[in-house]
């Protein structure tokens, strides 16, 4: 839009803002952010932590701007599943970074990153190039997010139980090596 590249859709007039350029400069402040704070275990958790509020938001709100201002009920209809959207993202995103940070070597936090950074960059040039094979793609990674949320929960109700007859069974000495 902003270097020519690709004209900008009529009914996508609205979206025009995001090529000026302090949400540019912001974008790249908030992307310098997010790819420092992502590659240290447990800032990353904190950074996801406030991003529960502001990535569903986003989602939602950029899905409302795509649709035709004319109708309000299509606006409803596209507000609904952006913000679902983002929020599964986000969940599996903050979910997998939960599970990832109990491993005690600093090598998996930043090989997870990594892999987002390329996933996401990758899936950019994608909805350019070929749109049709970026929305497959996209359902697919939506399709898999909703599975990783699913494992994780089922793991963490597995593992409650666990801890539950560990703690149970677990003894403490007596104080007095046990002579009495």
């Known amino acids: 839009m902003k270097a020519g590249w690709i004209a900008m859709p009529e009914h996508l007039g609205g979206l025009a803002v995001l090529a000026s350029p302090w949400v540019l400069g912001a974008s790249g402040l908030g992307l310098a952010a997010e790819f420092l704070a992502d590659k240290i275990a447990w800032v990353d958790s904190v950074w996801d932590g406030v991003h529960t509020f502001i990535r569903p938001v986003g989602g939602a709100l950029l899905a409302l701007t795509i649709v ?3 109708d309000p009920a299509w606006q409803i209809v596209g ?3 952006g913000g679902s ?3 599964l993202a986000h ?3 903050a979910g997998t ?3 990832v ?3 005690p070597e600093p090598v998996s936090n930043v090989a997870v990153s990594l892999t987002e950074d390329t996933v996401t960059g990758t899936m950019l040039v994608l909805a350019f190039a070929n749109p049709v094979v970026a929305t497959i793609i996209a359902v697919f990674l939506t399709v898999t997010a909703v599975a990783v949320l699913l494992v994780l929960r089922r793991l963490l109700r597995r593992m409650r139980p666990a801890r539950a007859a560990t703690n149970r069974f677990h003894m403490e000495p007596p104080a007095n ?3 009495s």
Do not use: I, M, Q
């Open 68 to 70: 035709d201002p004319a």
């Open 79 to 81: 507000l609904l599943p």
């Open 97 to 99: 970074r939960a599970v």
């Open 101 to 103: 940070n109990t491993s």
């Open 91 to 93: 969940g599996a995103k």
């Open 177 to 179: 090596g046990g002579v």
């Open 85 to 87: 959207a983002a929020l």
